[in-house]
């Protein structure tokens, strides 16, 4: 049997142990493998209570059972599902049930999102949404992924398509009534200005300048500067736990290290990188070439100082801020960038003075970053690249007027073709593989 055509079980909730554990069930075997567990049918969307038992009618858990048949479901297959105790041993033992039925197998990785797609019951958009909700760190993210998985760029999507596709049919008819002396133009001209108004509306949506994509990676922050200025104890006051090593000693951090913080809901991911500084250390050589890197790629640079005339060193195009550190001790001042205005602030990272006016400045940076509002609705690459393939055909096609209609319909073609696969509903088997990969198992 093609795995395509298998039952697949997998469990959907967090990992043992728990209190409650929900093992769901996809396929055409799932009608039999619930009966064969709890002796007995639930009724439709019930839940029910059942001993359940494996094939050699050994109990398993006093559990709660749900029958969802087709396509009335999740996935549009017949689904279970089999709430139990969450100890790792009962859990273990229905898995081992599960495993021993004839065509039923462990799911793969978002097996059942895919499941799901393929029966029609979501589109890849919100597919990609469903990801970003269950990858969300941040109360920011949460909202744009539902709003994703709501259908905010598939329902346009699909809008879009239609009227393109209404678009082309007035091109063609014009082109198979042209012996019919004016209806061809009474055709195309409304034709026309429907995809002048589709191709306005796709790039309004292109220039919202990224604020989807960027919610969804996050802004980067780069702690840079001499060694042993501070930059592991100031990472660690963000954090408010000890993720970097604190010594006095200079060259102590060798590698990158990371933290994710969570900014008035926005997702920031700020860089404790080594001490830039000449030295015959191959590895804290190595430490450095890796922290220029990670700064030049960084969406803003905290450059930490604390001696008098320190120079700063960075050669990106990201803003970077001077902090003067151990201002408790030192009256320190850097001599900066030249022609590159900066922003200053003065902090003890020890003491904790000057951070909350350095936090309220990094909030600030990343309402701007991120843009005012609920954000754009791409959230993706694949999503931008899709939407301006379709409004350069739709732009094609409105060059082509005058040139030959059957220009004009072919490019027309192109652009709901490019819708198409920004749904994933035509010409997208190279990219659901690496979509669904992303997914965790029993999702």
């Not at 055409?28 to 050699?56: C, F, I, N, Q, Y």
């Not at 760029?153 to 239609?162: I, P, Q, S, T, V």
């Not at 010594?247 to 913080?261: F, K, W, Y």
Request: glycine share 10%; net charge negative.
């Amino acid at each position: 049997m093609h795995p395509r055509d298998q039952t697949i079980f997998a469990l959907s909730s967090g990992r043992p142990p728990s209190a409650i554990a929900i093992v769901r069930v996809s396929g055409s075997e799932a009608g039999t493998v619930l009966t064969a567990l709890a002796e007995k049918m639930p009724a439709p969307r019930t839940a029910t209570r059942a001993l359940l038992h494996d094939v050699g009618q050994r109990p398993i858990d006093d559990a709660v059972v749900l029958w969802f048949p087709g396509p009335a479901s999740a996935t549009g297959e017949d689904v279970a599902e089999l709430h139990i105790h969450g100890g790792r041993a009962v859990l273990a033992s229905l898995l081992t049930a599960l495993s021993g039925f004839e065509n039923v197998r462990p799911a793969e990785p978002g097996e059942f999102t895919r499941r799901a797609f393929e029966n029609g019951k979501l589109d890849l958009t919100e597919a990609e949404g469903l990801d970003d909700l269950i990858h969300a760190d941040t109360d920011r993210q949460r909202r744009q992924a539902l709003r994703q998985l709501k259908g905010m760029l598939g329902d346009k999507a699909r809008d879009w398509r239609a009227q393109i596709i209404e678009a082309s049919a007035l091109i063609e008819a014009g082109i198979d009534f042209s012996d019919e002396g004016d209806v061809p133009a009474e055709l195309i001209a409304p034709a026309l200005a429907k995809v002048r108004t589709l191709l306005s509306e796709i790039e309004t949506v292109l220039a919202a300048q990224s604020q989807g994509e960027r919610l969804r990676d996050g802004l980067v922050v780069a702690i840079a500067g001499p060694p042993n200025v501070g930059k592991s104890t100031l990472i660690n006051q963000l954090a408010r736990r000890d993720v970097a090593i604190v010594s006095p000693h200079a060259g102590t951090t060798r590698d990158v290290i990371e933290v994710q913080l969570d900014l008035d809901g926005y997702p920031v991911t700020v860089i404790d990188t080594a001490g830039i500084r000449e030295t015959s250390d191959p590895v804290e050589q190595e430490g450095v070439r890796r922290a220029r890197a990670r700064a030049g790629e960084a969406d803003l640079v905290l450059w930490l100082a604390d001696t008098a005339g320190a120079p700063v060193e960075h050669h990106g195009t990201a803003p970077v801020w001077l902090v003067h550190n151990k201002i408790d001790l030192v009256r320190a001042s850097t001599a900066g960038i030249e022609g590159r205005p900066m922003a200053e602030f003065r902090i003890s990272a020890r003491s904790g003075a000057g951070l909350p006016e350095l936090i309220a400045a990094l909030v600030d940076f990343a309402q701007s970053y991120f843009g005012t509002g609920e954000g754009g609705l791409i959230t993706r690459e694949r999503q931008r690249t899709l939407l301006r393939e379709a409004a350069e055909s739709l732009r094609r096609s409105l060059d082509a007027v005058g040139k030959g209609d059957e220009l004009v319909a072919e490019d027309l073609r192109a652009a709901a073709l490019s819708i198409g696969r920004l749904l994933g509903r035509v010409d997208v088997e190279d990219v659901l593989d690496v979509i669904f990969r992303e997914f965790c198992i029993g999702k």
